[in-house]
């Protein structure tokens, strides 16, 4: 059985910095792909990075590309989210998602099969 926890989410001065969390098990022989998604309030849920475990580059929406990136430590079996210089409108439920395979964009949440239950990231101004 799959299950993705993240952790790491809080509140955050415009500017600053998280470092988000999702721990995978159910998922150990590397090969399937991980994503981070957000959910504004009153908004769709969209991609902001996605990786390949079993290696290779991190894919990054615009939004984020240059503030946040994606890094995974295997022998725990953790993806993180780094996020610097945060802005109000980064405030979002942040998601992790993962599935064997991508039948779809990436950007898309429909893509991903497992997800975790979300942590709250509030920047204010």
């Known amino acids: 059985q799959v299950q993705l926890v993240e952790s790491g989410g809080g509140s955050v001065q415009a500017g600053g910095s998280l470092r988000l969390s999702c721990v995978a098990s159910g998922l150990t022989d590397g090969n399937y792909w991980m994503a981070w998604f957000r959910q504004a309030a009153d908004k769709e849920r969209v991609g902001i990075g996605t990786?390949?475990?079993?290696?290779?580059?991190?894919f990054y929406a615009d939004s984020v590309k240059g503030r946040f990136t994606l890094f995974q430590d295997n022998a725990k079996n953790t993806l993180y989210l780094e996020m610097n210089n945060l802005k109000p409108e980064d405030t979002a439920v942040y998601y992790c998602?993962?599935?064997?395979?991508?039948?779809?964009?990436?950007?898309?949440?429909?893509?991903?099969?497992?997800w975790g239950q979300g942590t709250q990231v509030t920047v204010s101004s």
């Open positions: 998602a993962a599935d064997r395979q991508l039948r779809d964009s990436w950007l898309l949440p429909g893509t991903f099969k497992y």
């Open positions: 990786i390949y475990i079993g290696g290779g580059t991190p």
